[in-house]
């Protein structure tokens, strides 16, 4: 069965300072991977993806996430930290053909502190 | 862009009741909705796959009885919550995927969406 792994419940950041949000996946063929953010009481909001191609990927709102095959890993990464940033994030994961049922982390709460 | 929309955001209803949840996609087609369940500080557990025109298909462990799913339109899924229970108390969101190929291709939209608290 496919799943995704999200280490830490909560990552605490500076302001400026560049942050890295962990998710590692398990799946048995291809992996389509997604990061999502939740802010408090709302649904998610799309970040980045990565299908194939470019093991870096670019998202939304000065994201970045870098797909590692051998370590299995999708982490999620900005070089400079905001306030604004404060969040939930979920990692998750669609097997091709898989339908577009997403398997979620069970999310990473990150604080970002001034 | 790809605006999903979810009524109500928020509803208190006594236990025995139902209370019934709307998922839009506003600007775009959706032959498929997902809903989802999310306990406090958990992640998102898929409860089942809206199919417009057909029978929703359930994950396992959840009870199509106690949760109506009807996909009337390409626009439009519902999820019933019938003879609700405080057990059933929950954040339950919705998500529509915009379209089948592009940069879009895979990503799916949620809705904000409804808290429900059952008394």
């Known amino acids: 069965a496919q799943s995704v792994a999200q280490p830490e419940d909560q990552v605490n950041v500076a302001e400026g300072n560049p942050l890295t949000v962990k998710c590692t996946y398990s799946v048995s063929g291809n992996p389509y991977l997604f990061w999502y953010v939740q802010y408090p009481n709302r649904g998610l909001q799309f970040l980045l993806k990565?299908?194939?191609?470019?093991?870096l990927v670019k998202g939304s709102y000065g994201f970045e996430a870098e797909f590692n095959k051998s370590q299995t890993s999708f982490h999620l990464k900005k070089p400079s930290a905001l306030v604004s940033d404060s969040a939930l994030y979920f990692c998750a994961v669609i097997l091709t053909g898989g339908g577009n049922k997403l398997t979620f982390g069970t999310g990473t709460q990150l604080k970002v502190e001034l | 862009g790809a605006v999903v929309s979810q009524h109500p955001s928020w509803v208190i209803c006594k236990s025995g009741t139902s209370v019934k949840i709307e998922c839009r996609s506003l600007?775009?087609?959706?032959?498929?909705m997902f809903w989802y369940r999310q306990f406090p500080k958990q992640s998102l557990m898929l409860m089942a796959t809206?199919?417009?025109?057909?029978?929703?298909?359930?994950e396992q462990g959840v009870e199509k009885d106690k949760f109506l799913i009807n996909h009337a339109s390409l626009t439009l899924s519902t999820l019933t919550v019938t003879s609700a229970h405080p057990e059933d108390s929950s954040f339950y969101i919705c998500?529509?995927?915009?379209?089948?190929?592009?940069?879009?291709?895979?990503?799916?939209?949620f809705g904000a969406g409804s808290r429900l608290t059952v008394l």
């Open positions: 998500s529509a995927r915009k379209a089948r190929g592009g940069s879009g291709a895979n990503v799916l939209t």
């Open positions: 990565y299908i194939t191609g470019d093991n």
């Open positions: 809206s199919n417009e025109g057909s029978k929703a298909t359930y």
């Open positions: 600007d775009f087609q959706a032959t498929t």
